[in-house]
């Protein structure tokens, strides 16, 4: 017997085009597309070509023409400062409106790139949205990432104008982001013309006169600047995602495909209705906050929750049920790693038995595999659905789920269920060839993908193809292996590159061997990603010293610890590493970064025919064993 699942799948796999224009009904334009896919420079497609029409409009004015002026639209709650808010869809529209006209009096137009760097306060919500109001671009910096990785974005997205805030707060301890941003600035060939900054409480920022200007004085003085139509190919915004390399890959999402996408999964996957309340417990530097806490919601008339605290010790592991019975929430979403540190503070889950949650329909899991595990205690303590669902900041929303809102399927644990309509999944081997059911591979996604996803990446088209589409012609690489079982479940093994996943944030294991070899004494340096309870991988670092060189080793790890914090940001989470008298090799000199990590993580291995010299290995070994890794954990 079908299901609606069923059927929306094999429609948006016979008919996309008229699959994904019914969708587009949902979404109010300014002008009607010409074509619904178009083609013409593929494997570059685009959505919804010629259409015009304005994201922010959807996402706000649209709801208060439609009654629902007020209704909440952003709730803000942030357990560490006890600061608690609730904005309405009329509050937005005048805040969203009247910074736009900042930003247009200080020469911000159509095209033009804006960078956010904020901690999670509505005020950042409003920056993405007054953005993309003007037809400009944003490009959202994750507050725990340090000057450096700031820089490296303000150059490669050259923004007209920067809107920060004064700080962030962090559990015992307020990080102060204007000084980080003025290093940024100093470091970067670009020069932005103008910040906006948002003053907290918590910290003062220093303004310089003409060029730092105060959020709230600013706005109060402003006129209100209306939504300007853009095409629906048009960038809505860049956000910059870790590569294999330090130089971060700046994808790019468009306006009217990514409407259409959030619009139609907030009721296929999140089985949500508008005015329903949807909390993402992420950041709005993540893709997840992109889609989530901000553009699917208030897309689809929700009422969005942007919560400033951690799933743990602010103050405690009951903040969650807290909020859900606080504010009604129907759906939660979160990382994996966040219920695993709850279980871990309250393995019984006693807080739950003070709270009432009986308003949650379901919680959404991301950002890495949901090992069985947390499912299970999730859906034991819960006694809800529980959808572990994979996708990446190229995609923008879920490639694999249990769509609630088509179909609830069985679930197996492991497994992120089934393609959503619109996802051509398939597992190839190393050749291209598709491989047979249970058979690990490389997934990829046949194109063209959904309206959503990436159309390339920031002025790259050709880096885009490289890294992308040219490894399995005709296909997306997700970069991810795994598998498709004989009933059409999807699982994801693990990556194919030196992407990491720490705490549900993604991070390059070769941007922090940059910053390793940056380091004066180091000859050559690996680092993997070792298996973590909490946190489900940790970077684990192996330095090779130059000769000669009179500091301790202790020392020159205590430096390099700091040079990762200091380049790349605290959330990288760099704390552990060894110094060893060699890496492990083959004969052409390539680093056996998965034996490394096999070991460090108890695994079966069996380093390659190629390897220079076995007798490293049991080096490595010992060398893990005395940071707690490999045999001795
Ligand atoms: N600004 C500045 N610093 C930040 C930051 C931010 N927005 N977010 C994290 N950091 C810092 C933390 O303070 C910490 O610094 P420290 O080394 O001085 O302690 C470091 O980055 C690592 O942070 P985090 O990864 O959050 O680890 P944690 O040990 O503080 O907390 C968890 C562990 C599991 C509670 C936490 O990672 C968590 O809530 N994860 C949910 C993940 C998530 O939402 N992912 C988004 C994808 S859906
Ligand atoms: P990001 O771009 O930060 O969202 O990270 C994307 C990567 O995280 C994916 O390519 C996967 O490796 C991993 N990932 C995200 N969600 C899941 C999931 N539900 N299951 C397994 N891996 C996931």
């Known amino acids: 017997m079908t299901n609606r699942y069923d059927e929306a799948y094999k429609e948006s796999m016979e008919n996309p085009e008229g699959f994904w224009a019914k969708a587009a009904e949902e979404i109010k334009w300014d002008k009607k597309w010409d074509k619904v896919l178009d083609d013409s420079n593929a494997p570059l497609y685009r959505w919804f070509a010629g259409a015009e029409c304005n994201t922010c409009y959807n996402a706000v004015d649209r709801h208060v023409e439609e009654g629902r002026g007020d209704q909440d639209a952003i709730i803000y709650d942030s357990p560490i400062t006890g600061r608690k808010s609730k904005t309405t869809y009329s509050e937005l529209k005048d805040?969203?409106?009247?910074?736009?006209?900042?930003?247009?009096?200080?020469?911000?137009?159509?095209?033009?790139?804006?960078?956010?760097?904020?901690?999670?306060?509505?005020?950042?919500?409003?920056?993405?949205?007054?953005?993309?109001?003007?037809?400009?671009?944003?490009?959202?910096?994750?507050?725990?990432?340090?000057?450096?990785?700031?820089?490296?974005?303000?150059?490669?997205?050259?923004?007209?104008?920067?809107?920060?805030?004064?700080?962030?707060?962090?559990?015992?301890?307020?990080?102060?982001?204007?000084?980080?941003?003025?290093?940024?600035?100093?470091?970067?060939?670009?020069?932005?013309?103008?910040?906006?900054?948002?003053?907290?409480?918590?910290?003062?920022?220093e303004l310089k006169d003409g060029y730092d200007f105060d959020y709230a004085t600013e706005l109060a003085k402003a006129e209100p600047a209306d939504c300007v139509s853009v095409k629906a190919t048009d960038p809505l915004y860049i956000l910059y995602t870790s590569g294999t390399t330090g130089q971060p890959k700046g994808v790019v999402r468009d306006n009217g495909g990514h409407m259409v996408a959030l619009k139609y999964n907030m009721s296929a996957l999140y089985n949500c209705e508008p005015g329903d309340v949807y909390w993402a417990a992420s950041d709005v530097g993540w893709v997840v906050g992109h889609s989530y806490i901000v553009y699917g919601p208030l897309l689809h008339g929700c009422t969005t929750v942007m919560f400033e605290g951690k799933p743990v010790g602010t103050p405690d592991a009951g903040v969650f049920w807290r909020m859900i019975e606080e504010y009604n929430i129907r759906v939660l979403f979160t990382a994996p790693t966040a219920f695993r540190a709850i279980k871990r503070d309250d393995p019984e889950a006693d807080f739950l038995d003070k709270y009432d949650t009986s308003c949650l329909n379901a919680l959404y899991l991301a950002g890495e595999r949901t090992d069985p595990d947390t499912l299970n205690w999730a859906q034991e303590i819960l006694k809800k659905p529980v959808v572990d669902h994979w996708w990446q900041t190229e995609t923008g929303w879920a490639i694999c789920a249990n769509p609630l809102g088509l179909h609830e399927f069985e679930v197996k644990p492991g497994s992120p269920t089934k393609p959503m309509p619109g996802w051509d999944v398939q597992v190839l081997d190393d050749a291209g060839h598709p491989v047979g059911a249970n058979t690990i591979g490389s997934i990829v996604c046949k194109l063209p993908m959904p309206p959503g996803t990436l159309p390339t990446l920031w002025e790259k088209d050709d880096l885009y193809k490289?890294?992308?589409?040219?490894?399995?012609?005709?296909?997306?690489?997700?970069?991810?292996?795994?598998?498709?079982?004989?009933?059409?479940?999807?699982?994801?093994?693990?990556?194919?590159?030196?992407?990491?996943?720490?705490?549900?944030?993604?991070?390059?294991?070769?941007?922090?061997?940059?910053?390793?070899?940056?380091?004066?004494?180091?000859?050559?340096?690996?680092?993997?990603?070792?298996?973590?309870?909490?946190?489900?991988?940790?970077?684990?670092?192996?330095?090779?010293?130059?000769?000669?060189?009179?500091?301790?080793?202790?020392?020159?790890?205590?430096?390099?610890?700091k040079l990762v914090r200091e380049k790349i940001g605290a959330v990288a989470a760099f704390r552990k590493c060894v110094v060893v008298e060699r890496l492990p090799k083959t004969r052409s000199g390539k680093i056996l970064r998965g034996t490394m990590q096999a070991i460090a993580d108890c695994k079966d291995y069996k380093a390659p025919g190629t390897i220079e010299d076995m007798s490293v290995l049991p080096e490595i070994d010992e060398a893990l064993q005395s940071i707690g890794y490999s045999s001795a954990r």
């Open 466 to 561: 490289s890294k992308y589409l040219e490894e399995f012609p005709g296909f997306y690489a997700t970069a991810d292996a795994g598998i498709i079982d004989e009933d059409g479940y999807v699982s994801i093994m693990a990556r194919t590159d030196d992407i990491i996943n720490v705490a549900g944030h993604r991070l390059s294991t070769g941007g922090m061997e940059e910053v390793l070899s940056g380091h004066p004494d180091v000859a050559e340096c690996a680092v993997i990603g070792a298996d973590d309870k909490l946190k489900g991988q940790n970077p684990v670092g192996f330095i090779v010293l130059k000769r000669g060189v009179e500091k301790s080793n202790d020392e020159i790890i205590a430096e390099v610890v």
């Open 95 to 205: 805040q969203v409106s009247r910074l736009a006209g900042v930003l247009k009096a200080r020469g911000v137009e159509k095209g033009d790139r804006v960078v956010i760097y904020m901690p999670m306060i509505p005020e950042a919500a409003v920056a993405m949205l007054a953005v993309a109001r003007l037809g400009a671009v944003h490009s959202v910096v994750f507050g725990g990432f340090a000057s450096n990785e700031l820089a490296v974005r303000i150059n490669d997205a050259k923004p007209k104008v920067i809107i920060s805030a004064s700080c962030g707060i962090e559990p015992g301890r307020v990080i102060a982001y204007k000084p980080l941003l003025d290093g940024a600035i100093e470091l970067s060939d670009h020069k932005p013309l103008a910040t906006v900054i948002v003053a907290r409480e918590e910290a003062e920022a």
